[in-house]
């Protein structure tokens, strides 16, 4: 810009004025993001957990039915009868002995007592609306042999005592596998959401 001033010209330069300004962040602002990231952080882990724990179950009906199913085979081909105990730590396959008249463990070695994770909660039902109270291995504790009895038995003839076992995860019903039978066609595996009119009440 120029200016006349006693005959002179003079320039003189406009001031242009630059404000600072800080770009940091404030600790409110920190301790917020802080706060979502935690919560974000929680819920993956929760459903990665969640997925987790519904393969395991998946995984624990399915071995249960096969076992079932083998040891229905078993009895069968050998001409003998087979029977299963169950209670809320696990179960274990019993073989009739006819000599002894009594119930033993199975010798075969694919029907070895299971053991059931912590966080799995089963419930037996034999014949319809006959519910069956599954205590702890524990307080049945007994050394003889003898006074071992199945909750289910299967039959060289092919047949099994009604039942239905249900698995899901301690505290959430939302996904339920069943397995069960009417006594007459087979053992039945059924998945979460799947119908059993044949045995439902």
């Given at each position: 810009?120029?200016?006349?001033?006693?005959?002179?010209?003079?320039?003189?330069?406009?001031?242009?004025?630059?404000?600072?300004?800080?770009?940091?962040?404030?600790l409110?602002?920190?301790?917020?993001?802080?706060?979502?990231?935690?919560?974000?952080?929680?819920?993956?882990?929760?459903?990665?957990?969640?997925?987790?724990?519904?393969?395991?179950?998946?995984?624990?009906?399915?071995?249960?039915?096969?076992?079932l199913?083998?040891?229905?085979?078993?009895?069968?081909?050998?001409?003998?009868?087979?029977?299963l105990?169950?209670?809320?730590?696990?179960?274990?396959?019993?073989?009739?002995?006819?000599?002894?008249?009594?119930w033993?463990?199975?010798?075969?070695?694919?029907?070895?007592?299971?053991?059931?994770?912590?966080?799995?909660?089963?419930?037996?039902?034999?014949?319809v609306?006959?519910?069956?109270?599954?205590?702890d291995?524990?307080?049945?504790?007994?050394?003889?042999?003898?006074?071992?009895?199945?909750?289910?038995?299967?039959?060289?003839?092919?047949?099994?005592?009604?039942?239905?076992?249900?698995?899901?995860?301690?505290?959430?019903?939302?996904?339920?596998?069943?397995?069960?039978?009417n006594?007459?066609?087979?053992?039945?595996?059924?998945?979460?959401?799947?119908?059993?009119?044949?045995?439902?009440?």
């Amino acid at each position: 810009m120029l200016i006349a001033q006693s005959g002179a010209l003079c320039s003189i330069q406009p001031r242009v004025a630059f404000k600072s300004k800080s770009a940091g962040f404030t600790l409110i602002e920190i301790l917020v993001v802080v706060v979502l990231i935690g919560l974000l952080a929680s819920v993956a882990v929760v459903t990665i957990s969640s997925n987790s724990l519904n393969r395991d179950l998946e995984e624990q009906s399915r071995k249960l039915h096969a076992f079932l199913m083998l040891s229905l085979e078993e009895a069968v081909l050998r001409n003998t009868e087979i029977g299963l105990t169950i209670d809320s730590e696990g179960y274990e396959f019993l073989q009739y002995e006819d000599r002894k008249q009594r119930w033993l463990t199975a010798g075969v070695e694919f029907l070895r007592p299971v053991k059931f994770p912590e966080w799995l909660a089963i419930e037996l039902e034999r014949e319809v609306g006959e519910k069956v109270s599954l205590g702890d291995s524990e307080d049945e504790v007994n050394d003889q042999e003898d006074l071992k009895i199945p909750d289910i038995m299967l039959f060289s003839s092919e047949e099994v005592t009604p039942f239905k076992i249900s698995l899901q995860i301690e505290n959430d019903s939302d996904v339920q596998y069943r397995i069960w039978s009417n006594g007459f066609n087979g053992i039945q595996l059924a998945l979460p959401g799947e119908e059993i009119d044949e045995f439902e009440n």
